[in-house]
């Protein structure tokens, strides 16, 4: 059975720093994608960073703040969010597929994987 566990969220003031974490276990994704998604109250669950091999995909909302990294021999994806801002605020969510093409990275229903998520609260 394949589980996605994130951690590390929390709640940080604006222009502050998290790393979220992500740790696989039932199945490795060395050569599949792991991204990150994020879901803010009312709002529809988006696309923020994506790796596979060592190709990153981010959002043009996050692209300089975020930093998505992945160990292989740990089986896990780490994003460090720098930079923080009040509408970064959301579940974050993270993603895993071995099956997923790079044309469809950015897209959630390419993902077969899921974790259960992580609060991400920035005050200003």
């Known amino acids: 059975q394949v589980q996605l566990v994130e951690s590390g969220g929390g709640s940080v003031q604006a222009g502050g720093s998290l790393r979220l974490s992500c740790v696989a276990s039932g199945r490795s994704f060395s050569n599949g994608a792991m991204g990150w998604f994020r879901q803010a109250p009312g709002k529809e669950r988006e696309f923020v960073a994506a790796i596979r091999w060592s190709n990153t995909y981010y959002a043009d909302s996050v692209k300089g703040r975020f930093t998505i990294s992945k160990d292989n021999a740990k089986n896990t994806v780490n994003l460090q969010l720098n930079g923080l801002k009040p509408e970064d605020t959301a579940i974050y969510y993270c993603?895993?597929?071995?099956?997923?093409?790079?044309?469809?990275?950015?897209?959630?229903?390419?993902?077969?994987?899921w974790g259960s998520g992580t609060q991400v609260t920035v005050f200003s």
């Open positions: 993603a895993a597929s071995n099956t997923i093409i790079t044309s469809t990275l950015r897209n959630s229903q390419a993902y077969g994987y």
